[in-house]
């Protein structure tokens, strides 16, 4: 069974930068296609980037979702963080990802808080 546990969030101020890191334990890690996810308060469970090069409106030229399997690890560059930007941010491992969306998760991570300050 995979374990994916999430590091990096934290305060940011508007404009600033943060990379999100997802290592994975378990050793079919590239039997998965890898997503992140976010929830802000109040708000569902919303896509954000999938593997290869799927991104949300939202997040487009502002983010960046790369993987290590060396280190069985996926990482979420994210730049230009904005306010509505702030929420948990989960990742995912999957069957596949798409535009606006991933499929068949069969593993998720505990979340990192990421704030962003006006």
């Known amino acids: 069974q995979e374990q994916l546990e999430e590091s990096g969030g934290g305060l940011v101020q508007a404009g600033g930068s943060l990379r999100l890191t997802c290592a994975v334990s378990?050793?079919?890690?590239?039997?998965?296609?890898m997503g992140w996810f976010r929830q802000a308060p109040g708000k569902e469970r919303e896509f954000v980037a999938g593997?290869?090069?799927y991104y949300a409106d939202s997040v487009k030229g502002r983010f960046t979702i790369s993987r290590d399997n060396a280190k069985n690890t996926v990482y979420l560059q994210m730049n230009s963080l904005k306010p509505e930007d702030t929420a948990v941010y989960y990742c995912?491992?999957?069957?596949?990802?798409?535009?606006?969306?991933?499929?068949?998760?069969?593993?998720w991570g505990r979340g990192t808080q990421v704030t962003v300050s006006s």
């Open positions: 378990g050793r079919t890690f590239n039997s998965y296609v």
């Open positions: 593997e290869t090069t």
């Open positions: 995912a491992a999957a069957a596949r990802c798409s535009a606006y969306r991933c499929t068949g998760i069969r593993y």
